[in-house]
């Protein structure tokens, strides 16, 4: 089985300020690990994923993830934060032998300006 | 990245009727789709998942008779859903892949469905 969790269901922050949004999963096999925003009556759109290689990895909007495999976490990043960033965040694991998608329950970033 | 395409974004209609919605993979072609419904601020619960010129998996509690999938193309999968109620009201989104490994999936805007 896989899941994961993301422990805040809301996190804010002052535009210009840095940014962390939490995941942590589980899984039996070797993780990929993927995160999504999603703006209001959207879809999904893709910001970063790791499957495996340096465990910082850099994605789309200045976003970076950074893979703990003994803290089994992957958290979400961005240096200085932007009004513009305010969404919905999901956070995605799937074993590598398998092809579904297990998502957090999403984590509701605002930027203030 | 790649685009998904998925239509209408919003429909409106009445109980008991039926309700088509496409998704599209424009630039490249697509083996498996995933169909996932978001109640609202929710996460998504994945409804099946079809691959072209198979049945659809259906996950556990989801009515394959109600939410027909068909995958007839490498660029095409329909969910259908079938007199449809207002507790069938959701938003529905689907997925796409190009293929097995560490092929990320990409995501349709997703489609408003209200039952009146």
């Known amino acids: 089985a896989q899941s994961v969790a993301q422990p805040e269901d809301q996190v804010n922050v002052a535009e210009g300020n840095p940014l962390t949004v939490k995941c942590t999963y589980s899984?039996?096999?070797?993780?990929?690990l993927f995160w999504y925003v999603q703006y209001p009556n959207r879809g999904l759109q893709f910001l970063l994923k790791?499957?495996?290689?340096?465990?910082l990895v850099k994605g789309s909007y200045g976003f970076e993830a950074e893979f703990n495999k003994s803290q089994t976490s992957f958290h979400l990043k961005k240096p200085s934060a932007l009004v513009s960033d305010s969404a919905l965040y999901f956070c995605?694991?799937?074993?590598?032998?398998?092809?579904?998608?297990?998502f957090g329950a999403g984590t509701t970033v605002t930027v203030r300006a | 990245g790649a685009v998904v395409s998925q239509h209408p974004s919003r429909v409106i209609c009445k109980s008991g009727t039926s309700v088509k919605i496409e998704c599209r993979s424009l630039?490249?072609?697509?083996?498996?789709m995933f169909w996932y419904r978001q109640f609202p601020k929710q996460s998504l619960m994945l409804m099946a998942t079809?691959?072209?010129?198979?049945?659809?998996?259906?996950e556990q509690g989801v009515e394959k008779d109600k939410f027909l999938i068909n995958h007839a193309s490498l660029t095409l999968s329909t969910l259908t859903v079938t007199s449809a109620h207002p507790e069938d009201s959701s938003f529905y989104i689907c997925?796409?892949?190009?293929?097995?490994?560490?092929?990320?999936?990409?995501f349709g805007q997703g489609t408003r469905l209200t039952v009146v």
């Open positions: 079809s691959n072209e010129g198979s049945k659809a998996t259906y």
């Open positions: 995605a694991v799937r074993d590598g032998g398998d092809y579904k998608l297990s």
């Open positions: 997925s796409a892949r190009a293929g097995q490994g560490d092929f990320e999936a990409f």
């Open positions: 899984v039996s096999g070797n993780p990929y």
């Open positions: 790791y499957i495996t290689g340096d465990n």
């Open positions: 630039d490249f072609q697509a083996t498996t």
